[in-house]
């Protein structure tokens, strides 16, 4: 991108390196995180007969086609004072269901946070003398961000969930656990119990006067009590022998089979059932079978929705409710000590 | 113009393992360096869990690959020797004279990656004392193992002590030519022998002392 010539205001160029700037680092950051986003496209090489187009050229680093969810941070991220907060959340997967109906409504997924990267434009409280470069600055400053991102992007691969990553993304296989992320410019704080296992890096601002762009990770060090498996999933089958069936029930008689059979056919996760023998069927259950059935109806390809919804009260127009997390107006997520990358 | 100048921390490598090395690091400093416009390339190492990022230049590519061939060779001739080898970056300037315009090379960062490339060390079959005796062949799959595992840890301090060091030092980086990938650099490798003492003996230096 070339700054050289432009004839805009210097601040004008400020707010638009400091927007692209956020927008630059998301699209870092999920693109190496995310497998949902690039479902089609496992191949980590960018052709070189990719088109390059403008806004792509931002900061000398062309990532390919950015992900349609990042159109709508310019929506979303109206105040570039926010902190922009990106939490990558394992997923794991619901357990196979259990055949107590006092456990049936605990399969639920469970989702950890590994990783919350805070990009932000912060003023500055001092104000550092003036060089009397005040028309330069803006240069130094684009110049400073490219070094910046480019060791966001090293860095990114160097961190324990690059390997999470690559595995679920280079394999066909369905795996118990899947990433998910949500952005918002408010964050619940960590647990005692997490923060212990969790380790801090912050780069090194880049100034960009009056105030400066800054980007720091909070992650977990060791990813190792996630085992992650590969999941086995059977295809929809029916179950001719369910309880007070025709099969088991002499007294009553099987449905036309034109009309498809009334017994529920449903996906199970996990290892493969038992071969059927009256004895030995699949699980089946009736009481909240319907809710049991949804839950297990989800996709086994490719992830769930990547985001969630939360309606929180704010000023701001809503975003698309189907887009990121919840964010609430004028707050700033506490700033432990960390430490810096020095 | 002040030259800045990184150590990295020295790595202790099998013969085998100075390609993959020494491109995770050259390509490593490169990418941080190449500031024009870069399509980045995601590099797998065979022998470690690591992915480094290459700009994608073929020239850089090229050259690179030229000293690392011209590096072992060198290794062959002196085995279980420390070497290190110098990635610098320059700016060329043109010094007026009264008489000739001669351009000169004005070095802006260098780097030392420290190499002390060794032997594996051989295990012998015979026993003296009554004691059963471990499987020699078991013994060094297991040393191989957990010497290849250090060095991975070690490579990897190397990769974050780069950025580290980028990410510290932005001050003294000159103004991107957009007509260029990478700022100009160049790679040098030393012809000196140290021992394993650590005495230095320079025979011809290819790394420039810092301005």
Known sequence: MDMHGNSHPDSGKLEQIISQFLLKSLHIILDSRIPSLHPHDRSRELSSTSRVKKSDKWFNLFLGDRPAALDNLNFWHRNLMDPMIIDVLLVRQPSAPSTSMDNLYAVTSVETVIERWVVQYESLRVMPPQTGENSASYKKTYKKSIILLRSLYSHMRLLPAYRVFRQLSSSTQTYNFHIIYKVSSFCEPFSRADEEVMKELSFVPVEALPGRLSVSVTYRSTLSDFKLEPVTTMTPKIIMDYVGSPTTDPHRSLPSSEKGVGAASFLLRGKQPHVSSPFQRPHSWTSGFHKAAHMVSQPFGGSPPAYRTFRMPCDFPSPPNDIYGHRVQNYRPSTPQKATLS | ?211
């Open chain 2, 1 to 211: 113009m002040n030259c800045e100048v990184c150590q990295l921390k020295e790595l202790e490598v099998e013969h085998f393992e100075i390609r993959e090395v020494l491109r995770c690091i050259l390509h490593t400093i490169v990418f941080h360096r190449a500031l024009g416009l870069v399509r980045p390339k995601d590099i797998d190492l065979e022998l470690f869990n690591i992915t480094y990022v290459q700009c994608g230049d073929v020239e850089l590519e090229k050259k690179i690959e030229e000293k690392i061939d011209e590096f072992i060779s060198w290794v062959e001739k002196h085995p279980n020797k420390k070497s290190q080898i110098c990635l610098s970056f320059y700016e060329m300037k043109n010094k007026h004279y009264s008489w000739f315009n001669k351009n000169e090379r004005l070095y802006w960062e260098q780097w030392f990656v420290n190499l002390h490339v060794t032997h594996p060390k051989a295990h012998s079959g015979k026993s003296h004392n009554s004691k059963p005796m471990v499987d020699p062949e078991e013994t060094g799959y297991e040393d191989r193992g957990v010497r290849r595992e250090a060095l991975e840890v070690s490579l990897r301090d190397v990769l974050f002590q780069i950025i580290k060091f980028v990410n510290e030092k932005k001050d003294h980086v000159p103004p991107i030519n957009e007509k260029a990938i990478c700022f100009p650099c160049e790679i040098t490798i030393p012809r000196s022998i140290v021992a394993s003492n650590g005495e230095k003996g320079f025979l011809g230096s290819g790394c420039k002392q810092p301005l």
